[in-house]
């Protein structure tokens, strides 16, 4: 579907023009490129026409005016880029490249040796003291 194609008819009373219609739809986009699921069913595959499509069938929820400055303001407070990291953090820890497996290999056999050589360490002056 091109977005020429797309109808032009909004609800005035929801969105009260072409700039809202804009703003809305490049927000819902950025949701969809994240992994949002729409909320429509649609042919199109691009997340900008599903956006689009979205805001013109009034399926999205959104604030304006009074609303929509105290949620931005409440908004800026959470450090979203930070939330996102950790989620995908938490979703695949096993999605480790080639050289952090190694690492993580290495590291853990030094910590085993290290354990050992202490753990003779300390046997050993225990016997001495054992023996005297």
């Known amino acids: ?6 109808p032009a008819e909004v609800d005035k009373e929801k969105i009260d023009g072409k700039y809202r219609l804009a703003a809305i739809a490049a927000q819902r986009a950025r949701e969809l ?3 949002a699921k729409p909320k429509i069913q649609t042919k199109a595959k691009k997340v900008t026409t599903i956006a689009i499509e979205e805001a013109i069938n009034s399926t999205l929820e959104f604030l304006v005016g009074e609303e929509a400055r105290k949620a931005k303001e ?5 450090d979203y880029k930070r939330l996102l990291e950790e989620k995908r953090r938490e979703g695949a820890p096993e999605d480790l490249s080639e050289l952090e497996r190694d690492l993580k290999i290495y590291l853990h056999e030094k910590e085993t040796e290290d354990k050992k050589a202490l753990e003779e360490l300390f046997t ?6 054992a023996e005297e």
């Open 1 to 6: 579907m091109d977005l020429i194609s797309l």
């Open 33 to 35: 490129s994240l992994g």
């Open 74 to 78: 409440e908004a800026k407070k959470f």
């Open 124 to 129: 050993e002056k225990s016997e001495e003291g």
